[in-house]
């Protein structure tokens, strides 16, 4: 594997961005895959999803936030006051869930009292909760509305060309992760789960075209690999709250197991979808970000995320199913309760963690819960 893969995986400010900002590019951050990375591509800038990783404590987040919420938006926060985000020249906020809503209002005061730490571009992005035709009209028009702002915060121009030529190779990423997925789905797959998510986090944090070349490349030699090292391992499929970092599944792998698949946010649920050509570019990309991004944030879908997980389980021949959410996170913690008692009456292995975001978890506690999961698969293989 590359190791620009690795390093974009686990720094921020990493190589190829510093590279790109080195040469006058300029870069707009966002916290929500339902953000439409095109349209920021089209104005000529590097679309950077925003991630938690690197921190050591949540101390300023926790004096924005309070105690009882989510760390996830509370260690972004905590990024931008130490000043890990300066290189952004925008920042594009959502209200995927109402703790990441509350980030736009926290990273606002907090631009006061750190000074430097809010970009001079920083716009609301509204994301409708449901899909039906209003509200992908909604949608529509909340693209096109940023679309406009940034072309005049930046003095820039988004043309159709450009958003077709971004939209063309947007959708050869999807392809190549696709690609990527399958290979993990092999009985002996050619590398980790922390490799592989190592690969997609990469690709949030670099120029696409210099991203598609390089996993391009990974992917025809990954294709020639018939190294049998992860064969026999217990075979996993993540599920859950968002995982942005390497620490849990580092943490899964440690015991002795292989992550074969996921539906997280980040991994799976990110690149499934193409934006499909139509009359109106800001309609095809509503729909595209409304219907691919199975998130329960979105009202109205539990059962086709529970039966996105089953086809993933069977796609992958996983062992067991891991269900993790970051503690305070109502709607994965609730929801994995909801699908842990389905799986239980359908006979599918699967165990609940609840952790802190990233490099704040307890990796001695997780490892231990993986650990006695994973026993509870060997008496299952042993009694079959």
Not at 243 to 252: G, K, N, R, S
Not at 317 to 328: C, E, L, M, P, S
Not at 338 to 359: C, H, M, Q, S, V
């Amino acid at each position: 594997m590359d190791p620009i893969f690795n390093e974009a995986a686990i720094k921020i400010q990493n190589s190829s961005l510093l590279e790109y900002k080195k040469k006058g590019g300029r870069v707009i951050g966002y916290v929500c895959s339902h953000v439409p990375e095109e349209v920021i591509a089209a104005a000529d800038m590097l679309p950077f999803r925003l991630r938690g990783i690197e921190i050591k404590s949540t101390a300023i987040g926790d004096s924005y936030f309070g105690p009882f919420v989510c760390s996830c938006p509370k260690a972004l926060l905590q990024n931008a006051g130490e000043g890990r985000f300066s290189f952004l020249d925008g920042a594009i906020m959502v209200q995927a869930c109402d703790s990441m809503r509350r980030l736009d209002e926290c990273w606002r005061k907090a631009g006061t009292d750190f000074p430097g730490s809010l970009p001079d571009f920083f716009h609301y992005f509204a994301v409708p909760h449901k899909v039906t035709d209003y509200s992908v009209q909604f949608f529509a028009e909340e693209i096109e509305k940023l679309a406009k702002a940034i072309e005049e915060h930046f003095k820039v121009s988004i043309t159709g060309q450009k958003l077709d030529e971004a939209i063309e190779i947007y959708n050869t990423t999807r392809d190549l992760l696709v690609q990527l997925e399958t290979l993990r789905h092999r009985d002996s797959p050619p590398l980790t789960g922390s490799e592989t998510m190592a690969i997609v986090l990469a690709g949030t944090a670099m120029p696409k075209s210099d991203y598609n070349k390089l996993l391009e490349a990974t992917i025809e030699d990954l294709k020639k690999q018939r190294a049998k090292t992860h064969a026999g391992k217990p075979r996993i499929l993540l599920a859950g709250s968002v995982v942005d970092d390497l620490t849990l599944i580092d943490a899964i792998e440690a015991e002795g197991a292989v992550v074969v698949a996921d539906t997280v946010c980040f991994g799976a649920r990110a690149y499934s979808g193409h934006v499909e050509k139509g009359d109106s570019r800001w309609q095809t990309l509503a729909r595209r970000y409304l219907n691919e991004q199975f998130c329960p944030r979105m009202f109205g879908y539990s059962n086709e995320r529970y039966e996105l997980i089953l086809q993933k389980f069977k796609d992958s021949k996983a062992d067991g199913i891991v269900f993790q959410n970051i503690r305070f996170c109502d709607l994965h913690g609730s929801e994995n309760g909801l699908f842990n008692k389905r799986l239980d009456k359908a006979g599918i292995p699967n165990t609940r963690i609840e952790r802190e975001y990233g490099e704040l978890a307890d990796e001695g506690r997780v490892r231990m819960r993986i650990g006695a999961f994973l026993e509870t698969l060997g008496r299952g293989k042993s009694a079959a």
